[in-house]
């Protein structure tokens, strides 16, 4: 894990939108294509517009660059709140991308209706279907099943196993919705994820992973949240195990209001913050301006 510290949100823009570049370029040059996890947010947001503005931003292609998304906001298409609106504002519509390799996690308006666990599947039917296009990382068995539906089956209990829900404490702090189902094949599947960028909130939660929350222990590649404590309330997100499949896993958080999780993120033991349980399987890059490293222990 490495903790690079810029001085300020705009520093820390810039510098993440140029590592960024170079990330999927690097990425390109190896493999010919590049696949790249959006996060929301405010420093995100900054982040898409630095993308942007970089003179060197066509060093990517980016016509081979998959786009997914880490969470979503279950809102209507189009709604500004939505975290696939502000990326396609603040960067996707200002970059000659391939639609067919725009991801976005479902809408509230579209053909699944408001069925957020209906959208939580189809998103990991997509991205299962990716993976066996791009031979990607592909889990199987109870990899592919909620938690609840992992604990059935050492249980025994292969029927709840196969339908890979229920039985998830709903009472603890929230509910989920896991998405592992028997439609789904209860087999989880996942293209390769270059980078996964993860804003990290006050809280430190990433994408839609809440801490106290029972998404936190969810092992099936997507799932929905009915109660997130950031409005709105009902999210898709991918689970920590999903998040945890890629090559590099960015957490970027700017301003003082972060410096608590951050340092937590850092500090307790066990880590119980969804922040402090990711990490790619290559790098895990903590990239922070001066105010929200402000906490951190030397
Ligand atoms: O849908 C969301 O709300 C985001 O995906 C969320 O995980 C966000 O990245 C963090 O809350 C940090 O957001 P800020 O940068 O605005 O603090």
Do not use: C
Not at 88 to 110: F, I, K, Q
Not at 122 to 144: D, H, M, T
Not at 186 to 200: K, W
Not at 272 to 280: C, D, F, I, M, S
């Amino acid at each position: 894990m490495t903790v690079v510290i810029h001085d300020d949100p705009k520093l820390l823009a810039e510098a993440t939108a140029a590592r960024l570049i170079v990330r999927l370029t690097d990425a390109q040059a190896e493999r010919g294509v590049a696949s790249l996890v959006l996060t929301g947010g405010r420093i995100a947001a900054q982040i898409y517009a630095a993308v942007l503005a970089s003179p060197a931003r066509d060093a990517v292609d980016w016509s081979r660059v998959d786009f997914w998304w880490g969470d979503e906001r279950f809102l209507p298409s189009g709604d500004p709140d939505r975290n696939e609106t502000q990326a396609r504002a603040a960067l996707l519509d200002g970059l000659p991308v391939d639609p067919a390799r725009v991801h976005p996690m479902p809408a509230s308006d579209g053909p699944l209706g408001d069925d957020a666990p209906a959208a939580a599947a189809s998103y990991a039917r997509e991205l299962a279907a990716s993976a066996g296009a791009s031979g990607g990382v592909v889990g199987g068995g109870a990899a592919g099943l909620g938690a609840a539906g992992a604990a059935a089956a050492a249980a025994g209990a292969p029927g709840l196993a196969a339908a890979g829900m229920a039985a998830v404490d709903a009472a603890a702090v929230g509910s989920i919705e896991p998405a592992g189902s028997a439609e789904s094949g209860g087999a989880a599947g996942l293209p390769r994820f270059d980078v996964v960028l993860l804003g990290v909130g006050e809280d430190g939660h990433v994408a839609s992973v809440f801490p106290g929350h029972p998404v936190i222990d969810e092992t099936g590649t997507t799932a929905s949240v009915h109660d997130s404590p950031k409005p709105p309330p009902v999210r898709v997100t991918l689970t920590l195990p999903a998040i945890n499949t890629a090559a590099e896993v960015w957490l970027i958080a700017a301003g003082d209001g972060k410096a608590d999780a951050v340092r937590e993120a850092h500090t307790a033991t066990p880590a119980a913050l969804p922040a402090a349980r990711v990490r790619g399987e290559h790098r895990t890059l903590w990239l922070l301006d001066r105010a929200a490293a402000a906490s951190l222990p030397a």
